[in-house]
């Protein structure tokens, strides 16, 4: 199979989108902070906050980024598109109206490795591609773009507290979307580097 | 940025070339080519739509990933330069489709800032699964290009296509097209492709052919032949991997003969050459490809004999 699109077409768009849609990063950022506030301040009430934080970003990036945006590059996006609303439906449904998810980082191996997402999704990943695509007009960020997402999400997840059925169902099309992810970036670089964004 | 290419062909060439027909009509090399090829402009190759006659250049070109640059507007002026190299040294056939992401934008947006595109023979395709939607894509996509009709309409793919036919021979009896036809690729659904191609009437068809894809000649392109079909032949190089895979090698010594100074020319003018396709379209991104594609539009076609050899040789690599 073919990607429509190359990889400097895929960082010109990423870099026009944030043009499109400033300064909605400013906000982006702030409950990034907030999420993460959340979670290593836990709190019963926060809880519910951070899932209602963690599903709008998955609204924003599927149906802004992935359906408004990237289907004009790409046929797939709407099928993206597609599985973040339904994961932004999941998220809402467990932490939002069940409260089944207690986020809060704790000092072991679940946390260690959360903690471990969290900076490659805040700090690494960003940076690579930055890096990898000589500029930071395209940078990728939590909350807006899909992989950074993806990986606070899951970092998230893994410092949360809930029945592990729970933990599972709400990994699936996250863990899926990166796998996808790595096959995109392999195909347009040939370097893992460089993922779809 | 060198020009390979002489911007008009001196007297020298025109009776080496005159000459060259002479030999090849001469040794029996010639009927393949006979009733295909009528150089215009006494040089350019140029091949007929067998439904009316009409003669296109046989070098075309594709937008696949190549135009799908979006809003860029630095990627967008040079896709508008690929686009002036392609009209000024004689291309027509420029396919497209909703497929392709922004593609027929980008092509919109070049076709606008180009004075010389008369030769424009715009093909483009209807891709979705409701047949009731294919009349709004093919509008959206005639609004992207900026035409007033599309030369040729194609099912992509073949996607429901009984119900986008009968849209489109509406469409041909209303003028909103001149042609008609259906797409496949990657030597994929040929079977279904010839029991549309004997049941339904069409202008065009498209199909991957290549000197290592040749599948279609074993049944499609004789029967497109017998049906009256022109054929437009997609993935010329595999996407690049004659390229990746040959292009370090040498040329044969005798790739002149065949009518190519470069790999371009020599994957090019094997398509061509063969009596049923009517046109291959190329994708580049490059100037100095569209260049090199554009030069297979120019000189001689190998005969049987050396389409023949062409294969050996590659064989041999």
């Known amino acids: 199979?073919?990607?429509?699109?190359?990889?400097?077409?895929l960082a010109s768009f990423v870099a026009h989108y944030h043009a499109?849609?400033?300064?909605?990063?400013?906000?982006?950022?702030?409950?990034?902070?907030?999420?993460?506030?959340?979670?290593?301040?836990p709190n019963p009430a926060r809880d519910r906050l951070i899932g209602l934080i963690l599903s709008?970003?998955?609204?924003?990036?599927?149906?802004?980024f992935y359906i408004?945006?990237?289907?004009?590059?790409?046929?797939?996006?709407?099928?993206?598109?597609?599985?973040?609303?339904?994961?932004?439906?999941?998220?809402?449904?467990?932490?939002?109206?069940?409260?089944?998810?207690?986020?809060?980082?704790?000092?072991?191996?679940?946390?260690?490795v959360g903690l471990a997402c969290l900076v490659l999704a805040l700090i690494v990943y960003p940076l690579a591609v930055g890096i990898f695509e000589e500029q930071w007009a395209s940078l990728r960020l939590v909350g807006i773009t899909p992989i950074p997402t993806v990986l606070f999400t899951l970092a998230l997840l893994l410092m949360a507290d809930?029945?592990?059925?729970?933990?599972?169902?709400?990994?699936?099309?996250?863990l899926l979307f990166l796998l996808s992810a790595l096959i995109t970036g392999l195909m347009l670089t040939g370097s893992p580097i460089q993922f779809l964004a | 940025m060198q020009d390979d290419r002489p911007s008009s062909p001196g007297r020298r060439q025109?009776?080496?070339?005159?000459?060259?027909?002479?030999?090849?009509?001469?040794?029996?090399?010639?009927?393949?080519?006979?009733?295909?090829?009528?150089?215009?402009?006494?040089?350019?190759?140029?091949?007929?739509?067998?439904?009316?006659?009409?003669?296109?250049?046989?070098?075309?070109?594709?937008?696949?990933?190549?135009?799908?640059?979006?809003?860029?507007?630095?990627?967008?002026d040079h896709r508008t330069e690929i686009l002036r190299i392609f009209f000024e040294r004689g291309g027509g056939v420029i396919d497209c489709s909703p497929m392709y992401g922004s593609s027929a934008d980008v092509l919109g947006y070049g076709l606008k800032r180009i004075e010389n595109t008369q030769n424009l023979f715009s093909a483009s395709k209807v891709w979705t699964w409701l047949t009731a939607n294919g009349p709004d894509q093919m509008e959206e996509q005639r609004r992207?290009?900026?035409?007033?009709?599309?030369?040729?309409?194609?099912?992509?793919?073949?996607?429901?296509?009984?119900?986008?036919?009968?849209?489109?021979?509406?469409?041909?009896?209303?003028?909103?097209?001149?042609?008609?036809?259906?797409?496949?690729?990657?030597?994929?659904?040929h079977q279904e492709l010839e029991r549309i191609m004997r049941s339904e009437p069409l202008d065009f068809v498209q199909l991957t052919y290549n000197i290592l894809d040749r599948q279609a000649e074993d049944r499609l392109l004789p029967l497109a032949r017998e049906r009256g079909i022109a054929v437009i032949a997609n993935r010329p190089y595999r996407q690049k991997a004659l390229f990746h895979r040959f292009q370090h090698h040498p040329l044969p010594d005798w790739a002149g003969e065949a009518g190519a100074r470069n790999w371009a020319e020599f994957f090019l003018k094997f398509i061509v050459s063969h009596p049923a396709i009517t046109c291959a379209i190329p994708a580049t991104s490059q100037i100095p490809h569209i260049k090199e594609n554009m030069g297979a539009l120019y000189g001689h076609l190998p005969d049987q004999n050396m389409r023949r050899r062409m294969i050996e040789y590659l064989e041999s690599l």
Do not use: C
Not at chain 1, 20 to 41: D, E, N, S, T
């Open chain 2, 14 to 76: 025109f009776l080496g070339d005159l000459a060259g027909l002479s030999a090849l009509a001469l040794t029996g090399g010639f009927p393949a080519l006979a009733q295909a090829v009528k150089p215009a402009n006494g040089f350019m190759l140029t091949k007929a739509i067998p439904s009316t006659g009409e003669q296109i250049p046989v070098i075309g070109m594709g937008t696949w990933i190549t135009f799908n640059v979006g809003e860029d507007r630095a990627l967008r």
């Open chain 1, 56 to 64: 709008t970003f998955w609204v924003w990036t599927g149906y802004v």
């Open chain 1, 162 to 174: 809930a029945r592990l059925f729970r933990k599972l169902i709400l990994t699936v099309i996250p």
């Open chain 2, 144 to 189: 992207r290009w900026g035409v007033e009709r599309f030369d040729l309409m194609q099912v992509h793919n073949l996607l429901s296509w009984e119900g986008h036919l009968k849209t489109l021979r509406e469409d041909k009896e209303q003028g909103k097209i001149r042609y008609l036809g259906v797409t496949t690729s990657h030597g994929r659904r």
């Open chain 1, 1 to 9: 199979m073919e990607l429509p699109y190359t990889a400097e077409v």
């Open chain 1, 68 to 112: 408004r945006e990237f289907s004009s590059i790409s046929f797939l996006a709407p099928v993206y598109g597609g599985f973040f609303l339904v994961q932004a439906a999941l998220i809402v449904g467990f932490s939002v109206i069940r409260h089944d998810l207690q986020f809060r980082y704790t000092k072991d191996g679940k946390g260690r």
């Open chain 1, 20 to 41: 499109a849609i400033w300064p909605v990063q400013i906000i982006a950022v702030f409950l990034v902070l907030a999420a993460l506030y959340g979670a290593f301040r």
